[in-house]
């Protein structure tokens, strides 16, 4: 069962700003850094955010990430048809004692 | 760069025990968590559990009484056994790393495991 909450979907045109969110609670995002992964269908899931808003090497500018109480977002500026994908947050849950995701975002590029 | 590349069973029947294997090829067993994760077909990432070199777990809770994760240093494999499977066990598996600031990277390719009698 997922424990974080994400919107379905999100859609833009190119050039467009897309921000998802992740709405969790005090034993998870309220107490724990948030991760985000990006899934482009047919291949495993691969590192998009770190630590609420690290870019991994390689990953565009165009994403960042932030946090604030018990929700974090997602942002991708300037929009591309690459960036068609399934988007994961992430965090630890002290309460759970386990590892959990959000319901995850499926972003299109009209 | 740490790549993982994992095998096992694809099909199995209910009742029968999952057993699929991850090898770490490029990198050092210490410092990190290896763990599972699994994603049913159109849904989302369920995570499974992970273990360090020392042998300290962590898992699921509502996995944990038929969950086995295990680690082969001298072969360099992190290996999972999932007991009694069921249909709601059908999913796409995935071996990962877990590095000290809870990163899950990288992953590995996925294997479907199917169970259907």
């Known amino acids: 069962q997922s424990v974080l909450t994400q919107p379905p979907s999100a859609s833009g045109t190119p050039g467009q700003k897309v921000t998802i969110s992740c709405s969790g609670s005090?034993?998870?995002?309220?107490?724990?850094?948030v991760n985000w992964y990006q899934q482009v269908p047919g291949t495993a899931p691969k590192l998009l955010m770190y630590?609420?808003?690290q870019r991994p090497s390689g990953v565009p500018d165009r994403f960042s990430g932030s946090k604030s109480g018990t929700s974090a977002s997602l942002a991708i500026s300037g929009l591309q048809s690459e960036d068609e994908a399934d988007y994961y947050c992430a965090a630890w849950d002290d309460s759970l004692n386990g590892r959990v995701f959000g319901t995850g975002t499926k972003v299109t590029v009209l | 760069q740490v790549q993982l590349q994992q095998w096992g069973a694809g099909l199995l029947k209910p009742s029968e025990t999952l057993s699929l294997t991850c090898g770490v090829y490029g990198g050092s067993f210490s410092g990190y968590y290896w763990g599972w994760i699994r994603q049913p077909p159109g849904k989302g990432l369920e995570w499974i559990g992970e273990m360090d070199h020392a042998g300290n777990t962590k898992y699921n809770a509502s996995l944990k009484s038929r969950v086995t994760i295990s680690i082969n240093t001298s072969k360099n494999q992190v290996s999972l056994k999932l007991s009694s499977v069921s249909a709601a066990d059908t999913a796409v598996y995935y071996c990962?790393?877990?590095?000290?600031?809870?990163?899950?990277?990288?992953w590995g390719q996925g294997t479907l495991v199917t169970v259907s009698s």
């Open positions: 005090s034993s998870n995002i309220g107490s724990n850094t």
């Open positions: 630590t609420n808003n």
């Open positions: 990962t790393r877990v590095t000290p600031f809870e990163v899950i990277h990288p």
